[in-house]
């Protein structure tokens, strides 16, 4: 009832709807009509009451990621269909993978904050209450374990055309990051539990500044929000786009093994293809300038001695000579 009673409001976005008219169509009493709002709105949801009008939806929620605002717009065919949204989780990422065996493919799971976000090699990602988007997608690909590193570059191809459809340009810094204005915006961490020739499933885990305004001191010199850099989108939004687009490249990967949308995308985008950057890897630091991006999604590089290599993602950093990109 209360799915349909915010569908209902959503198709009526702006206007008014009088109680009468809810509970007409709903066929439940006024005063039940009062109560569905009173848990709706404690729910955060922001509906304006006015007497004799009825209610009004006000900005589609607060924003709030929950199933209703999101499946409302939604156009996939599996990927976020099930979502599960937490007010607060120690890492989405972590859930994601004890529930991962049960969980229908496509699942995604969204927190409002994380408690113990976590960045690559225990490396942490700051997360807090409703300033960003937190939100980690299950999937059980039928392909072979040595394919699923390529799923980091599809989800930061699939990040970059979400903002760049609401009108925020970006770039990526390969294999990981999304960067606007030298600083980081979003950045993923995937995560694999697989047999030698199967995969158990993959956790995609994506976090994007959208609403912060200040950051801790640690990170202030590295990262930036969308709000910072002046837009101001709403997070539903997003999270509609990059579902859309990422399953869209995401079969186009897994079916046909096609490849070449989500490379032109990460290679139109990229924050270093063509600059001398810092490549550490295992506690060493090396000044290499790079190339371009392969076609199987490996960064190559050309070292201080002029022998061109190819870098797997993995767990490699990518430094600027002069700051972080
Ligand atoms: C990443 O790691 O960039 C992967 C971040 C993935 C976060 C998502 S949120 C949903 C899901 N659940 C999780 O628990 N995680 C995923 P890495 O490349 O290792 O970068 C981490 C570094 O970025 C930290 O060491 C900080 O320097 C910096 N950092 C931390 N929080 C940040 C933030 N909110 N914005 C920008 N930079 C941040």
């Not at 009173?38 to 009004?56: C, F, M, Q």
């Not at 606007?180 to 995609?204: C, F, H, P, Q, R």
């Not at 949308?261 to 990229?270: A, M, P, T, V």
């Not at 076609?295 to 002029?306: C, F, Q, S």
Request: overall charge neutral.
């Amino acid at each position: 009832m209360r799915d349909k009673i915010i569908e209902t409001l959503l198709d009526n976005r702006g206007n008014f709807t009088s109680g009468e008219y809810l509970s007409k169509i709903l066929k439940i009493s006024s005063e039940a009509i009062e109560e569905y709002m009173k848990v709706l709105k404690s729910e955060g949801y922001n509906i304006e009451e006015v007497n004799r009008k009825g209610y009004k939806l006000v900005d589609n929620t607060t924003d709030l990621l929950t199933y209703d605002s999101i499946s409302y717009k939604l156009d996939t065919k599996y990927i976020g269909r099930n979502i599960i949204h937490f007010e607060t989780i120690d890492s989405t990422n972590d859930y994601a993978k004890k529930v991962a065996l049960q969980e229908k493919d496509g699942t995604v799971i969204i927190s409002e904050e994380q408690t113990k976000g976590k960045g690559r090699i225990g490396r942490q990602w700051v997360s807090k209450s409703r300033e960003g988007i937190w939100m980690s997608i299950i999937l059980k690909p039928n392909i072979i374990p040595q394919k699923a590193p390529f799923l980091t570059l599809i989800a930061g191809a699939s990040i970059a055309k979400a903002l760049n459809n609401l009108g925020v340009e970006t770039s990526i810094k390969w294999p990981n990051d999304i960067i606007i204005n030298n600083k980081k915006v979003s950045g993923i961490l995937t995560e694999l539990s697989a047999e030698i020739d199967k995969i158990n499933y993959i956790v995609l885990g994506m976090g994007i500044n959208v609403k912060t305004i200040e950051f801790s001191q640690e990170i202030s010199d590295i990262a930036t929000s969308l709000y910072k850099e002046g837009h101001k989108v709403s997070r539903v939004d997003i999270v509609i786009n990059i579902l859309e687009e990422f399953e869209r490249l995401y079969l186009q990967y897994i079916n046909h093994d096609l490849k070449n949308e989500i490379l032109d995308i990460c290679r139109k985008h990229s924050a270093i293809i063509g600059k001398d950057i810092y490549v550490i890897m295992n506690g060493e630091k090396d000044l290499v300038k790079c190339l371009d991006i392969n076609k199987d999604g490996n960064l190559v590089i050309k070292n201080n001695e002029n022998v061109i290599k190819e870098i797997m993602s993995g767990e490699v950093s990518i430094r600027g000579v002069e700051g972080y990109v």
